[in-house]
Protein backbone atom coordinates (compact mmCIF):
# COMPACT_ATOMS: atom_id res chain seq x y z
CA UNK A 1 0.00 0.00 0.00
CA UNK A 2 1.49 3.45 -1.23
CA UNK A 3 1.11 6.06 1.85
CA UNK A 4 1.26 9.81 0.97
CA UNK A 5 1.60 12.08 4.10
CA UNK A 6 1.34 15.84 3.28
CA UNK A 7 1.75 18.88 5.42
CA UNK A 8 0.75 16.93 8.48
CA UNK A 9 0.12 19.04 11.46
CA UNK A 10 -1.53 17.62 14.69
CA UNK A 11 -2.31 19.93 17.37
CA UNK A 12 -3.48 18.35 21.16
CA UNK A 13 -6.29 20.22 22.68
CA UNK A 14 -6.06 23.49 20.56
CA UNK A 15 -7.16 26.75 22.18
CA UNK A 16 -6.46 25.25 25.66
CA UNK A 17 -3.80 26.74 28.08
CA UNK A 18 -1.83 23.34 27.90
CA UNK A 19 -1.82 23.41 23.80
CA UNK A 20 0.57 20.87 22.61
CA UNK A 21 1.74 21.44 18.37
CA UNK A 22 2.86 17.31 18.53
CA UNK A 23 3.74 17.24 14.31
CA UNK A 24 4.30 20.35 12.40
CA UNK A 25 3.70 20.25 8.30
CA UNK A 26 5.11 16.73 8.42
CA UNK A 27 5.46 15.19 4.25
CA UNK A 28 6.98 12.00 3.51
CA UNK A 29 5.51 9.09 1.40
CA UNK A 30 6.03 5.27 1.94
CA UNK A 31 6.19 2.87 -1.31
CA UNK A 32 4.31 -0.53 -0.80
CA UNK A 33 7.06 -3.19 0.56
CA UNK A 34 9.06 -1.03 2.30
CA UNK A 35 10.37 -1.10 5.57
CA UNK A 36 10.54 1.82 7.79
CA UNK A 37 12.13 2.80 10.75
CA UNK A 38 11.01 5.45 12.29
CA UNK A 39 12.71 6.54 15.32
CA UNK A 40 13.16 9.89 17.68
CA UNK A 41 12.79 10.52 21.35
CA UNK A 42 10.49 10.45 23.72
CA UNK A 43 7.85 13.22 22.76
CA UNK A 44 8.84 14.00 19.13
CA UNK A 45 5.34 12.94 17.82
CA UNK A 46 6.11 9.38 16.71
CA UNK A 47 3.15 7.81 18.59
CA UNK A 48 0.60 10.51 17.14
CA UNK A 49 2.30 10.28 13.67
CA UNK A 50 0.66 6.24 13.77
CA UNK A 51 -2.24 6.89 15.29
CA UNK A 52 -3.40 9.39 12.82
CA UNK A 53 -1.79 6.83 10.00
CA UNK A 54 -4.20 4.01 11.05
CA UNK A 55 -7.29 6.77 11.53
CA UNK A 56 -7.25 6.69 15.36
CA UNK A 57 -6.33 10.52 15.17
CA UNK A 58 -7.84 13.21 12.28
CA UNK A 59 -4.42 15.69 11.58
CA UNK A 60 -5.24 18.93 12.52
CA UNK A 61 -4.33 20.30 9.21
CA UNK A 62 -2.78 18.44 5.68
CA UNK A 63 -3.89 15.55 4.20
CA UNK A 64 -2.90 11.70 4.30
CA UNK A 65 -3.32 8.90 1.10
CA UNK A 66 -3.42 5.64 1.13
CA UNK A 67 -3.47 3.77 -2.09
CA UNK A 68 -4.43 8.04 -3.29
CA UNK A 69 -7.52 8.11 -1.28
CA UNK A 70 -7.80 10.58 1.72
CA UNK A 71 -8.57 9.37 5.33
CA UNK A 72 -8.59 12.58 6.87
CA UNK A 73 -11.39 13.00 4.72
CA UNK A 74 -14.58 12.98 7.43
CA UNK A 75 -16.70 10.73 5.08
CA UNK A 76 -13.90 7.64 5.12
CA UNK A 77 -14.84 4.81 6.83
CA UNK A 78 -12.40 4.21 9.89
CA UNK A 79 -12.71 0.61 10.10
CA UNK A 80 -11.87 -0.37 6.65
CA UNK A 81 -8.99 1.75 7.07
CA UNK A 82 -7.85 -0.09 10.44
CA UNK A 83 -8.00 -2.83 8.87
CA UNK A 84 -5.77 -1.89 6.36
CA UNK A 85 -3.40 -0.50 8.70
CA UNK A 86 -2.54 -2.83 11.25
CA UNK A 87 -1.30 -0.93 13.99
CA UNK A 88 0.37 -2.67 17.08
CA UNK A 89 1.06 -0.78 20.14
CA UNK A 90 3.75 -1.18 22.65
CA UNK A 91 3.54 -3.95 25.33
CA UNK A 92 0.37 -5.16 23.32
CA UNK A 93 0.16 -8.21 25.44
CA UNK A 94 -1.84 -5.95 28.50
CA UNK A 95 -4.32 -5.77 25.92
CA UNK A 96 -5.50 -9.56 25.34
CA UNK A 97 -8.36 -10.49 27.04
CA UNK A 98 -9.86 -13.52 25.80
CA UNK A 99 -10.27 -16.71 27.10
CA UNK A 100 -8.42 -18.81 23.95
CA UNK A 101 -5.78 -17.81 21.89
CA UNK A 102 -8.16 -18.30 19.20
CA UNK A 103 -10.85 -15.84 20.81
CA UNK A 104 -8.24 -13.30 21.23
CA UNK A 105 -6.86 -13.80 17.35
CA UNK A 106 -10.35 -13.56 15.95
CA UNK A 107 -11.55 -10.81 17.56
CA UNK A 108 -10.24 -8.67 15.19
CA UNK A 109 -11.95 -10.25 11.88
CA UNK A 110 -15.14 -10.64 13.61
CA UNK A 111 -15.29 -6.90 14.35
CA UNK A 112 -14.77 -6.21 10.60
CA UNK A 113 -17.72 -8.54 9.71
CA UNK A 114 -15.84 -11.42 8.51
CA UNK A 115 -18.11 -14.58 7.73
CA UNK A 116 -17.54 -17.09 10.92
CA UNK A 117 -16.33 -20.11 8.72
CA UNK A 118 -13.41 -17.78 7.44
CA UNK A 119 -12.44 -16.63 10.75
CA UNK A 120 -11.07 -19.83 11.31
CA UNK A 121 -8.80 -19.98 8.76
CA UNK A 122 -7.81 -16.74 9.14
CA UNK A 123 -6.83 -17.25 13.12
CA UNK A 124 -4.65 -20.51 12.18
CA UNK A 125 -3.10 -18.24 8.75
CA UNK A 126 -2.56 -15.37 11.79
CA UNK A 127 -0.77 -17.69 14.03
CA UNK A 128 1.41 -19.63 11.28
CA UNK A 129 2.71 -16.35 10.27
CA UNK A 130 4.04 -15.60 13.70
CA UNK A 131 5.79 -18.86 14.07
CA UNK A 132 2.97 -20.40 16.07
CA UNK A 133 1.44 -24.00 15.22
CA UNK A 134 -2.18 -23.04 15.48
CA UNK A 135 -3.39 -27.04 16.92
CA UNK A 136 -0.74 -26.77 19.67
CA UNK A 137 -2.20 -23.17 20.65
CA UNK A 138 -5.16 -22.49 19.50
CA UNK A 139 -7.50 -23.45 22.78
CA UNK A 140 -4.27 -22.67 25.40
CA UNK A 141 -5.26 -19.58 27.60
CA UNK A 142 -2.69 -16.20 26.50
CA UNK A 143 -2.21 -15.96 29.86
CA UNK A 144 -0.72 -19.08 30.37
CA UNK A 145 1.92 -18.39 27.46
CA UNK A 146 5.58 -16.99 28.01
CA UNK A 147 6.25 -13.11 27.68
CA UNK A 148 7.28 -13.71 23.84
CA UNK A 149 4.87 -15.68 22.99
CA UNK A 150 1.88 -13.90 24.00
CA UNK A 151 3.71 -10.83 22.26
CA UNK A 152 3.46 -12.90 19.34
CA UNK A 153 -0.38 -13.84 19.97
CA UNK A 154 -1.09 -9.84 19.79
CA UNK A 155 0.52 -9.70 16.67
CA UNK A 156 -1.36 -12.58 15.08
CA UNK A 157 -4.73 -10.73 16.49
CA UNK A 158 -3.61 -7.83 13.87
CA UNK A 159 -2.30 -10.08 11.05
CA UNK A 160 -5.68 -12.13 11.03
CA UNK A 161 -7.57 -8.27 9.89
CA UNK A 162 -4.65 -8.94 6.89
CA UNK A 163 -3.52 -5.46 6.88
CA UNK A 164 -1.47 -4.48 4.06
CA UNK A 165 0.89 -2.00 6.39
CA UNK A 166 2.00 -2.93 10.23
CA UNK A 167 2.77 -0.82 12.35
CA UNK A 168 5.01 -1.83 15.01
CA UNK A 169 5.52 0.54 17.96
CA UNK A 170 8.40 -0.86 20.49
CA UNK A 171 7.71 -4.55 19.64
CA UNK A 172 10.54 -5.69 21.42
CA UNK A 173 10.80 -3.32 24.76
CA UNK A 174 11.14 -5.56 27.88
CA UNK A 175 12.37 -8.58 25.82
CA UNK A 176 14.92 -10.48 26.73
CA UNK A 177 17.61 -11.02 23.87
CA UNK A 178 16.35 -14.48 22.63
CA UNK A 179 12.50 -13.11 22.56
CA UNK A 180 14.05 -9.90 20.61
CA UNK A 181 15.74 -11.99 18.24
CA UNK A 182 12.71 -14.49 17.22
CA UNK A 183 10.43 -11.54 17.08
CA UNK A 184 12.55 -9.41 14.60
CA UNK A 185 13.01 -12.55 12.25
CA UNK A 186 9.03 -12.81 12.18
CA UNK A 187 9.43 -9.12 11.24
CA UNK A 188 11.35 -9.65 8.56
CA UNK A 189 9.90 -12.87 7.08
CA UNK A 190 6.63 -10.85 7.24
CA UNK A 191 8.19 -8.17 4.95
CA UNK A 192 9.80 -10.27 2.68
CA UNK A 193 8.00 -13.30 2.16
CA UNK A 194 4.06 -12.05 2.86
CA UNK A 195 5.71 -8.43 1.04
CA UNK A 196 3.95 -6.18 4.04
CA UNK A 197 4.92 -2.73 4.30
CA UNK A 198 5.74 -2.74 7.76
CA UNK A 199 6.85 0.65 9.77
CA UNK A 200 9.04 0.15 12.71
CA UNK A 201 8.69 2.57 15.71
CA UNK A 202 12.08 1.94 17.92
CA UNK A 203 14.03 3.24 20.27
CA UNK A 204 16.84 0.48 19.56
CA UNK A 205 19.37 2.08 17.07
CA UNK A 206 20.54 -1.35 16.05
CA UNK A 207 17.22 -2.94 15.58
CA UNK A 208 16.42 0.06 13.01
CA UNK A 209 19.85 -0.24 11.19
CA UNK A 210 19.52 -3.97 11.01
CA UNK A 211 15.52 -3.97 9.12
CA UNK A 212 14.52 -0.71 8.06
CA UNK A 213 14.97 0.07 4.54
CA UNK A 214 14.60 3.31 4.83
CA UNK A 215 14.56 5.58 8.44
CA UNK A 216 12.57 8.48 9.02
CA UNK A 217 13.50 11.00 12.06
CA UNK A 218 11.17 12.98 13.98
CA UNK A 219 12.47 15.87 16.16
CA UNK A 220 9.83 17.74 18.60
CA UNK A 221 7.20 16.96 15.65
CA UNK A 222 9.30 17.96 12.54
CA UNK A 223 10.44 15.30 10.07
CA UNK A 224 14.46 16.28 10.06
CA UNK A 225 15.70 13.34 8.24
CA UNK A 226 15.17 10.42 5.97
CA UNK A 227 17.23 8.47 4.31
CA UNK A 228 18.83 4.82 4.09
CA UNK A 229 20.72 3.47 6.91
CA UNK A 230 23.70 4.43 5.29
CA UNK A 231 23.35 7.53 4.68
CA UNK A 232 21.82 8.53 8.25
CA UNK A 233 24.15 6.81 10.32
CA UNK A 234 26.87 8.64 8.19
CA UNK A 235 25.64 11.52 9.42
CA UNK A 236 26.50 11.21 13.05
CA UNK A 237 26.10 14.81 13.69
CA UNK A 238 22.55 15.19 13.10
CA UNK A 239 21.21 12.40 14.36
CA UNK A 240 22.65 13.35 17.34
CA UNK A 241 21.15 16.24 17.10
CA UNK A 242 17.98 14.69 16.96
CA UNK A 243 18.68 13.63 20.79
CA UNK A 244 19.55 9.63 19.32
CA UNK A 245 22.70 8.11 19.67
CA UNK A 246 24.32 6.22 16.35
CA UNK A 247 23.72 1.80 16.44
CA UNK A 248 27.06 0.78 18.23
CA UNK A 249 28.79 -0.44 15.21
CA UNK A 250 28.59 2.78 13.29
CA UNK A 251 29.39 5.19 16.32
CA UNK A 252 32.86 3.35 16.41
CA UNK A 253 33.23 3.78 12.73
CA UNK A 254 32.09 6.88 12.30
CA UNK A 255 35.12 7.73 16.08
CA UNK A 256 37.51 6.04 13.87
CA UNK A 257 37.01 7.86 10.39
CA UNK A 258 37.11 11.36 12.70
CA UNK A 259 41.02 10.09 13.43
CA UNK A 260 42.21 9.60 10.64
CA UNK A 261 40.73 5.82 9.27
CA UNK A 262 39.88 5.65 5.73
CA UNK A 263 37.10 3.33 6.25
CA UNK A 264 33.66 2.87 3.83
CA UNK A 265 30.02 4.20 5.77
CA UNK A 266 28.32 1.10 4.57
CA UNK A 267 29.46 -1.21 7.03
CA UNK A 268 27.04 -3.39 9.39
CA UNK A 269 28.57 -5.93 10.38
CA UNK A 270 30.83 -7.05 12.86
CA UNK A 271 33.36 -9.56 11.17
CA UNK A 272 33.36 -6.82 8.11
CA UNK A 273 34.27 -3.90 9.91
CA UNK A 274 37.10 -6.02 11.78
CA UNK A 275 38.57 -6.59 8.27
CA UNK A 276 38.26 -3.40 7.07
CA UNK A 277 39.90 -1.81 10.30
CA UNK A 278 42.96 -4.65 9.95
CA UNK A 279 43.13 -3.57 6.16
CA UNK A 280 43.04 0.35 6.95
CA UNK A 281 45.91 -0.72 10.02
CA UNK A 282 48.05 -2.59 7.09
CA UNK A 283 47.99 -0.11 4.46
CA UNK A 284 49.56 2.59 7.09
CA UNK A 285 52.36 0.08 7.37
CA UNK A 286 53.01 -0.18 3.81
CA UNK B 1 30.71 -4.21 50.73
CA UNK B 2 30.32 -1.28 47.86
CA UNK B 3 30.52 -4.46 45.20
CA UNK B 4 28.72 -3.58 41.86
CA UNK B 5 27.24 -6.84 40.57
CA UNK B 6 25.60 -7.57 37.75
CA UNK B 7 23.10 -10.68 36.74
CA UNK B 8 22.75 -11.62 33.30
CA UNK B 9 20.88 -14.39 31.75
CA UNK B 10 17.23 -15.30 29.49
CA UNK B 11 14.37 -15.03 30.99
CA UNK B 12 13.33 -17.80 32.86
CA UNK B 13 16.60 -18.46 34.46
CA UNK B 14 16.46 -16.94 37.87
CA UNK B 15 17.29 -13.75 38.16
CA UNK B 16 14.68 -12.45 39.18
CA UNK B 17 14.38 -15.21 41.95
CA UNK B 18 18.22 -14.67 43.08
CA UNK B 19 17.04 -10.87 43.54
CA UNK B 20 13.90 -11.50 45.53
CA UNK B 21 16.19 -14.31 47.50
CA UNK B 22 18.14 -11.23 49.01
CA UNK B 23 15.81 -9.32 50.94
CA UNK B 24 13.45 -11.98 52.19
CA UNK B 25 10.57 -11.61 49.42
CA UNK B 26 11.16 -15.05 48.61
CA UNK B 27 12.63 -17.53 51.56
CA UNK B 28 15.09 -20.02 49.82
CA UNK B 29 14.13 -23.96 49.86
CA UNK B 30 17.43 -25.43 50.54
CA UNK B 31 20.52 -23.38 51.48
CA UNK B 32 20.31 -19.87 53.42
CA UNK B 33 20.73 -16.24 52.80
CA UNK B 34 22.39 -14.06 54.71
CA UNK B 35 22.33 -10.26 54.97
CA UNK B 36 24.78 -8.83 57.48
CA UNK B 37 24.20 -12.03 59.51
CA UNK B 38 20.90 -12.19 59.17
CA UNK B 39 19.36 -15.33 57.98
CA UNK B 40 16.29 -14.32 55.42
CA UNK B 41 14.60 -17.88 57.17
CA UNK B 42 13.87 -15.96 60.28
CA UNK B 43 10.74 -13.96 60.11
CA UNK B 44 11.71 -11.75 62.73
CA UNK B 45 14.73 -10.38 60.46
CA UNK B 46 12.84 -9.80 57.96
CA UNK B 47 11.96 -5.82 58.35
CA UNK B 48 16.01 -5.28 59.08
CA UNK B 49 16.81 -7.13 56.08
CA UNK B 50 14.48 -4.99 53.88
CA UNK B 51 16.02 -2.32 55.20
CA UNK B 52 19.44 -2.71 54.74
CA UNK B 53 18.36 -4.11 50.87
CA UNK B 54 16.38 -2.33 48.90
CA UNK B 55 14.74 -2.62 45.78
CA UNK B 56 14.04 -1.46 42.81
CA UNK B 57 11.75 -2.64 40.07
CA UNK B 58 11.26 -3.09 36.37
CA UNK B 59 8.36 -0.50 36.18
CA UNK B 60 8.55 2.52 38.02
CA UNK B 61 4.48 2.80 37.85
CA UNK B 62 3.81 -0.07 39.97
CA UNK B 63 6.18 1.51 42.78
CA UNK B 64 5.14 5.13 42.67
CA UNK B 65 2.15 5.59 45.64
CA UNK B 66 2.46 8.86 46.42
CA UNK B 67 0.99 11.93 44.99
CA UNK B 68 3.81 14.45 44.91
CA UNK B 69 7.20 13.38 44.58
CA UNK B 70 8.12 14.51 47.93
CA UNK B 71 5.29 11.93 49.71
CA UNK B 72 6.25 9.14 47.61
CA UNK B 73 9.94 9.32 49.00
CA UNK B 74 8.81 10.04 52.38
CA UNK B 75 6.36 6.43 51.98
CA UNK B 76 9.12 3.97 53.66
CA UNK B 77 10.41 6.27 56.46
CA UNK B 78 6.19 7.25 57.51
CA UNK B 79 6.23 3.57 58.00
CA UNK B 80 9.56 3.15 60.08
CA UNK B 81 7.72 6.33 62.20
CA UNK B 82 11.32 8.38 61.35
CA UNK B 83 10.40 11.68 63.21
CA UNK B 84 9.31 14.65 61.16
CA UNK B 85 12.32 16.93 61.16
CA UNK B 86 14.66 13.76 60.12
CA UNK B 87 12.17 12.70 57.50
CA UNK B 88 11.95 15.70 55.54
CA UNK B 89 15.81 15.89 55.84
CA UNK B 90 16.46 12.36 54.50
CA UNK B 91 13.76 13.16 51.51
CA UNK B 92 15.61 16.46 50.64
CA UNK B 93 19.29 14.86 51.09
CA UNK B 94 18.19 11.71 48.61
CA UNK B 95 16.02 13.81 46.26
CA UNK B 96 19.34 15.75 45.55
CA UNK B 97 21.67 12.67 45.14
CA UNK B 98 19.55 11.46 42.25
CA UNK B 99 19.02 15.12 40.68
CA UNK B 100 15.40 15.61 41.37
CA UNK B 101 15.38 17.97 44.21
CA UNK B 102 13.43 20.59 42.31
CA UNK B 103 10.66 18.44 41.22
CA UNK B 104 9.94 17.60 44.73
CA UNK B 105 6.03 19.05 44.73
CA UNK B 106 5.33 17.22 41.25
CA UNK B 107 3.02 14.98 40.59
CA UNK B 108 5.09 11.38 39.75
CA UNK B 109 2.79 10.73 37.14
CA UNK B 110 3.86 13.83 35.16
CA UNK B 111 7.26 12.35 35.02
CA UNK B 112 9.14 10.55 32.38
CA UNK B 113 10.36 6.97 33.26
CA UNK B 114 13.75 7.71 33.65
CA UNK B 115 12.56 10.76 36.51
CA UNK B 116 10.27 8.15 37.74
CA UNK B 117 12.83 5.86 38.13
CA UNK B 118 15.20 8.58 39.91
CA UNK B 119 12.61 9.20 42.31
CA UNK B 120 12.31 5.35 43.04
CA UNK B 121 15.62 5.41 43.80
CA UNK B 122 15.79 7.72 46.29
CA UNK B 123 13.05 6.52 48.22
CA UNK B 124 14.80 3.39 48.06
CA UNK B 125 17.91 5.36 49.05
CA UNK B 126 15.77 7.25 52.09
CA UNK B 127 16.05 3.99 54.23
CA UNK B 128 19.54 3.99 54.24
CA UNK B 129 20.22 1.11 52.64
CA UNK B 130 23.84 -0.82 52.53
CA UNK B 131 22.45 -2.37 49.56
CA UNK B 132 20.09 -1.73 45.91
CA UNK B 133 18.83 -4.78 44.03
CA UNK B 134 17.45 -3.29 40.96
CA UNK B 135 15.81 -6.21 38.96
CA UNK B 136 15.53 -4.85 35.29
CA UNK B 137 15.08 -0.89 36.35
CA UNK B 138 15.95 0.41 33.07
CA UNK B 139 14.45 -2.04 31.02
CA UNK B 140 11.36 0.06 30.19
CA UNK B 141 13.04 3.28 29.63
CA UNK B 142 14.00 5.27 26.71
CA UNK B 143 17.57 5.81 25.84
CA UNK B 144 17.67 9.01 27.49
CA UNK B 145 15.81 7.58 30.57
CA UNK B 146 18.72 4.34 30.82
CA UNK B 147 21.14 7.21 30.89
CA UNK B 148 19.89 9.25 33.37
CA UNK B 149 19.36 5.92 35.56
CA UNK B 150 22.91 4.89 34.81
CA UNK B 151 24.47 7.89 35.89
CA UNK B 152 23.50 7.29 39.30
CA UNK B 153 24.41 3.89 39.70
CA UNK B 154 27.70 4.78 38.89
CA UNK B 155 27.52 8.01 41.37
CA UNK B 156 25.75 5.36 44.00
CA UNK B 157 28.53 2.75 43.27
CA UNK B 158 31.20 5.43 44.10
CA UNK B 159 30.04 6.65 47.07
CA UNK B 160 30.20 2.61 48.73
CA UNK B 161 26.49 1.43 48.03
CA UNK B 162 26.42 -2.19 47.25
CA UNK B 163 24.47 -2.45 44.03
CA UNK B 164 23.14 -5.93 42.46
CA UNK B 165 21.52 -4.91 38.83
CA UNK B 166 19.92 -7.48 37.06
CA UNK B 167 19.65 -6.95 33.56
CA UNK B 168 19.11 -8.06 29.75
CA UNK B 169 21.04 -4.90 28.92
CA UNK B 170 24.96 -6.25 27.79
CA UNK B 171 25.99 -2.61 27.36
CA UNK B 172 24.90 -2.03 31.01
CA UNK B 173 26.27 -5.01 32.38
CA UNK B 174 30.12 -3.13 31.51
CA UNK B 175 29.24 -1.07 34.39
CA UNK B 176 29.80 -3.41 36.86
CA UNK B 177 32.81 -4.98 38.26
CA UNK B 178 31.87 -8.61 38.47
CA UNK B 179 29.11 -9.89 36.16
CA UNK B 180 27.29 -13.30 37.23
CA UNK B 181 25.37 -15.33 34.08
CA UNK B 182 22.51 -17.73 35.51
CA UNK B 183 20.95 -20.34 33.04
CA UNK B 184 18.21 -22.70 34.55
CA UNK B 185 18.51 -21.68 37.71
CA UNK B 186 22.20 -22.38 37.78
CA UNK B 187 25.24 -19.86 37.48
CA UNK B 188 27.52 -20.66 34.48
CA UNK B 189 29.68 -18.40 34.61
CA UNK B 190 30.85 -15.18 36.73
CA UNK B 191 34.37 -12.76 36.71
CA UNK B 192 34.88 -9.74 35.49
CA UNK B 193 33.34 -8.31 32.26
CA UNK B 194 36.19 -9.42 30.50
CA UNK B 195 36.50 -12.70 31.40
CA UNK B 196 32.36 -13.40 31.07
CA UNK B 197 32.47 -11.44 27.70
CA UNK B 198 35.58 -13.47 26.08
CA UNK B 199 33.24 -17.00 26.96
CA UNK B 200 31.56 -16.68 23.34
CA UNK B 201 30.77 -19.80 23.33
CA UNK B 202 28.55 -19.96 26.91
CA UNK B 203 26.94 -16.78 26.27
CA UNK B 204 25.82 -17.93 22.97
CA UNK B 205 24.56 -21.86 25.03
CA UNK B 206 22.55 -18.69 27.25
CA UNK B 207 21.00 -16.62 23.98
CA UNK B 208 23.16 -13.87 25.26
CA UNK B 209 25.92 -11.87 23.57
CA UNK B 210 28.86 -9.71 24.08
CA UNK B 211 28.60 -5.83 23.81
CA UNK B 212 29.63 -4.92 20.45
CA UNK B 213 32.86 -3.41 21.20
CA UNK B 214 33.80 -6.60 22.89
CA UNK B 215 32.81 -8.61 19.87
CA UNK B 216 34.60 -6.48 17.63
CA UNK B 217 37.78 -6.55 19.84
CA UNK B 218 37.64 -10.34 19.53
CA UNK B 219 37.16 -10.00 16.07
CA UNK B 220 40.30 -7.96 15.34
CA UNK B 221 42.37 -10.03 18.21
CA UNK B 222 41.10 -13.03 15.76
CA UNK B 223 42.94 -11.10 12.53
CA UNK B 224 45.81 -10.94 15.09
CA UNK B 225 45.49 -7.21 15.57
CA UNK B 226 47.00 -6.68 18.36
CA UNK B 227 44.70 -5.28 20.87
CA UNK B 228 44.53 -6.15 24.54
CA UNK B 229 41.48 -7.99 25.53
CA UNK B 230 40.13 -5.66 28.23
CA UNK B 231 39.03 -2.94 25.90
CA UNK B 232 35.25 -2.40 27.14
CA UNK B 233 33.92 0.86 25.93
CA UNK B 234 34.13 2.42 22.29
CA UNK B 235 36.58 5.02 23.12
CA UNK B 236 38.99 2.55 24.80
CA UNK B 237 38.91 0.32 21.57
CA UNK B 238 39.11 3.72 19.07
CA UNK B 239 42.11 4.92 21.36
CA UNK B 240 44.06 1.56 20.89
CA UNK B 241 43.60 1.41 17.41
CA UNK B 242 44.65 4.92 16.97
CA UNK B 243 47.68 4.21 18.51
CA UNK B 244 48.13 0.90 16.90
CA UNK B 245 48.13 3.16 13.57
CA UNK B 246 50.58 5.55 14.46
CA UNK B 247 52.98 2.73 15.49
CA UNK B 248 52.72 0.45 13.01
Not at chain 2, 103 to 109: D, I, L, N, V
Not at chain 2, 221 to 229: C, I, M, T
Not at chain 2, 230 to 245: A, G, M, N, P, T
Amino acid sequence: MHIEAKHLTYVYGPGLPWEKRALSDVSFSIESGEFIGLIGETGSGKSTLVQILNGLLRPTEGTILLDGSDISDRKVNLHRIRAQVGLVFQFPEQQLFAETVSEDVAFGPKNLGVPKEEIGKRVDEALLKVGLLPQSLRDRSPFTLSGGEKRLVSIAGVLAMRPKVLILDEVTAGLDPKGKKEILARIQLLHRVEKATIILVSHDMDEIALLSQRILILKEGKLILEGSPVEIFTRAQDVRSAGLDLPTLPRILSDLRCRGFQLPTAIFEIGEAARWIRKELFRAAV
Amino acid sequence: MGDFLCVLGPNGSGKSTFGRLLNALLIPTEGEVLVDGLDTRDSRNTWAIRQRVGMVFQNPDNQIVGTQVEEDVAFGLENLGIPRQEMQQRVEENLTRVGMLSYRQHPPHLLSGGQKQRVAIAGVLAMQPQSIVLDEATSLLDPKGRLEVRKILVQLHREGVTLILITHLMEEALLADKLVVLNEGRIVLSGSPQEVFGQSEMLRQCHLEAPTVVRLTQALREQSVALPNRILQVEELVDELCILKRNI
